[in-house]
């Protein structure tokens, strides 16, 4: 069965980075995409970005431009998001998603990441 | 700036039916924008509800439908059950890669 499993809850400082990681499962990774979708306490849902696994192509939040990254190890069947210059303001929980063509399909459990001083 | 417009709140009675709408802040939504609709319970990950205006996903009830309602994309609950109440998100794609999520409707059964 598919699975998408993120990695842990994370404590970061303002100005550092984090790296969340999505590792996938039961199917060919590489035959579908992964979105990064996030959401803030008591907020709705935000789109991050996209990336092919297929060859890495990447589209991303025009708000997160310059901060963000999006990368994928073939190898590992595992998707990764860095996102830079931590704020306050990116305290959120951060999804990944199986992306089918277009839309998500499957969702990881999320991952809490706090910045705070 | 593209903005996806959803009602913030709905309510509906145990067993009735209620109509979700998701629109364009300029522009009507069309089938080409592929709108997928999510449900979403409190500390739990989003569920795929309905994807390309009118497929439903996997194991979701057939109670739940999607449409093209005029110029907006429409979730339709018939039969709303207790665990119905959740939070709806409307996604619309916008081609290349893209994608713009609705503000999320929260929808009370009472």
């Known amino acids: 069965q598919v699975q998408l499993v993120q990695s842990g809850a994370e404590v970061k400082k303002p100005g550092a980075s984090v790296k969340v990681s999505c590792k996938a499962s039961g199917y060919t990774f590489t035959s579908y995409g992964i979105s990064w979708v996030r959401q803030a306490p008591g907020q709705g849902l935000e789109w991050m970005g996209w990336?092919?696994?297929?060859?890495?192509?990447?589209n991303y939040a025009q708000k997160l431009q310059g901060r963000v990254t999006m990368t994928t190890d073939t190898s590992t069947s595992t998707a990764y998001m860095e996102l830079r210059s931590l704020r306050s303001d990116d305290t959120a929980v951060y999804y990944c998603?199986?992306?089918?063509?277009?839309?998500?399909?499957?969702w990881g459990q999320g991952t809490l990441v706090t910045v705070s001083s | 700036q593209t903005v996806v417009t959803q009602e913030p709140s709905f309510s509906v009675s145990p067993g009735g039916t209620v109509t979700l709408t998701c629109g364009l802040s300029?522009?009507?939504?069309?089938?080409?924008?592929?709108p997928s609709w999510y449900q979403q319970t409190p500390g739990q990950a989003p569920r795929t509800l309905i994807y390309?205006?009118?497929t439903r996903s996997s194991g979701v009830p057939d109670r739940f439908s999607g449409s093209i309602l005029g110029n907006k994309a429409a979730l339709t609950i018939t039969g709303a059950q207790a665990d119905d109440e959740s939070d709806y998100y409307c996604?619309?794609?916008?081609?290349?890669?893209?994608?713009?999520f609705g503000g999320g409707t929260k929808l009370t059964v009472l």
């Open positions: 996604v619309l794609y916008m081609g290349s890669g893209r994608w713009v």
């Open positions: 390309s205006t009118n």
């Open positions: 990336i092919s696994a297929y060859n890495g192509n990447t």
């Open positions: 300029s522009g009507s939504v069309s089938t080409s924008y592929y």
């Open positions: 998603a199986r992306t089918s063509k277009q839309y998500y399909d499957y």
